[in-house]
């Protein structure tokens, strides 16, 4: 069974600083998808970036970036240079074939 | 492009209503999701359909929840009878789902309040 772990509940951090936000999963398929969501307090699910189980380098998008060590089957989402609207809810999620499963969220608080 | 339209936004309804949750996936996605988020169960998967089919519903709570695809721009996820334990947000989402998949697309959600 596909399973998913965000261990960090709730996170402050100083603007400016970059954060790292935790995830562990357990899957025994080899081929699989990795996904950071971001929920602001509006409620919307925004898409911030992907891994995929094959992929040899880890994924970055902008400000974003994935930090996939598969041997310890982790995909810790990475922050840099934070900034007030990055305060949110921030989801892992998991894709084995079709079926996508999350964890339970990190919210993050950034301080001015 | 339109994203995934989801009806209502919000709704107040009674228990023991019947209550009917409406997506429009994106054009060309070929894989539909329904999820629900509580704040003490997180965001839970409760069926998913490929091609209009579904394939998993094994997150469905119980049999008072039943959703349908009919077809390839409409789903509907329907709650009958209604309880207060069903309050949430419905959240809809689509993919295109091949030999890559990509990552999902999510409505706003549908605000469910069950009195």
């Known amino acids: 069974a596909q399973k998913i772990t965000q261990t960090q509940p709730g996170m402050f951090v100083q603007e400016k600083e970059a954060v790292t936000l935790d995830c562990t999963y357990d899957?025994?398929?080899?081929?699989?998808?990795l996904f950071w969501y971001k929920q602001p307090s509006s409620g919307e699910m925004i898409f911030l970036i992907y891994?995929?189980?094959?992929?040899?380098q880890n994924a970055t998008e902008g400000r974003y970036s994935l930090n996939f060590q598969k041997a310890r089957k982790s995909a810790n989402l990475v922050i840099s240079a934070s900034q007030l609207g990055d305060s949110a809810m921030y989801f892992c999620?998991?894709?084995?074939?079709?079926?996508?499963?999350f964890g339970q969220g990190t919210r993050l608080t950034i301080n001015p | 492009d339109a994203g995934v339209i989801q009806s209502p936004r919000h709704e107040v309804t009674e228990m023991g209503q019947e209550v009917t949750l409406r997506c429009k996936p994106i054009s060309g996605h070929n894989s539909l999701f329904w999820y629900r988020q509580t704040m003490m169960r997180g965001l839970e998967l409760l069926i998913y359909f490929n091609n209009n089919v579904p394939i998993d519903d094994s997150g469905m709570p119980e049999d008072r929840f039943s959703a349908k695809m009919p077809n390839a721009s409409f789903s509907t996820l329907k709650i009958q009878p209604s309880e207060p334990r069903d309050s949430a947000v419905y959240f809809c989402a689509s993919s295109y789902s091949g030999v890559y998949t990509g990552e999902l697309f999510f409505g706003e959600g549908s605000r469910l309040t069950v009195l």
């Open positions: 999620a998991m894709r084995v074939a079709q079926k996508l499963v």
């Open positions: 891994q995929g189980s094959y992929d040899q």
């Open positions: 899957t025994s398929d080899p081929s699989y998808g």
